[in-house]
């Protein structure tokens, strides 16, 4: 069964800090692995990753992906009240049907961080 | 742009009724999900479609049908509704091919009492 697996499940920092955090996965067909946050609502889209070892980098941000570990890391460094939210790692899983590609996504049960001031 | 639209944001059913949560986006996009959030969790897929007239299960979709009879719409219904599905409900489209990145609704809120 396809899982993704995302440590801590919490974590509290204050302001300035550095945290990272973790996705390990186990999917069939693995395609990418993508970063949400999520807020009050609707997760909104980090980052996507398909190439083992190549960083992505967003202003406070950045990931990495390990293919041989099964396992990504999301970096946020000087961390600030705003970053605090529900971080969701997801596996996207493609594979073939009704003569296509198809495209879902294994989430993990997220990180919640919280930045203190 | 609206994006990916879903009502109602948020619903009280009680035990036994029937609800359709409406989900519509205008991206031209081919795929389109419906993902479920239980507090604390993540999020779990109940049914997706690649395109219209086609739809397929996700990994729980006991208690719900779909449809998607045009590009744009994905309604997702609930028969006979339980506690159980009590939850948030997000629904969410992405362009055809592997890999690629899913927008989101902003959820809808159901609670079964």
């Known amino acids: 069964e396809d899982k993704v697996v995302q440590s801590p499940l919490s974590l509290v920092v204050h302001e300035g800090d550095t945290v990272t955090l973790n996705c390990s996965y186990e999917?069939?067909?693995?395609?990418?692995l993508l970063w949400y946050k999520q807020e009050k609502k609707a997760p909104t889209f980090l980052f996507m990753l398909?190439?083992?070892?190549i960083e992505k980098k967003s202003g406070r941000l950045s990931s990495i992906l390990d293919k041989k570990e099964l396992s990504s890391i999301l970096n946020i460094t000087a961390t600030q009240t705003g970053d605090s939210a529900i971080y969701l790692c997801a596996g996207a899983s493609t594979g073939l049907n009704y003569g296509g590609a198809t495209n879902k996504l294994i989430f993990g049960t997220g990180t919640l961080l919280a930045v203190q001031p | 742009n609206a994006g990916v639209t879903q009502t109602p944001k948020f619903r009280i059913l009680k035990i036994g009724q029937s609800m359709t949560l409406q989900c519509a986006q205008d991206m031209n996009h081919n795929y389109m999900y419906w993902y479920r959030q239980d507090p604390g969790m993540g999020l779990k897929l109940i049914y997706y479609?690649?395109?219209?007239?086609?739809?397929d299960k996700g990994e729980v979709p006991n208690g719900y049908n779909v449809s998607r009879s045009t590009t744009e719409d994905f309604p997702l219904r609930l028969e006979l509704a339980a506690p159980s599905q009590t939850s948030v409900y997000f629904c969410?489209?992405?362009?055809?091919?592997?890999?690629?990145?899913?927008?989101f609704g902003e959820g809808s809120w159901l609670t079964v009492v």
């Open positions: 479609s690649v395109g219209a007239g086609i739809t």
């Open positions: 969410a489209s992405s362009y055809s091919g592997a890999g690629n990145t899913i927008y």
């Open positions: 999917v069939t067909n693995f395609r990418s």
């Open positions: 398909t190439s083992s070892g």
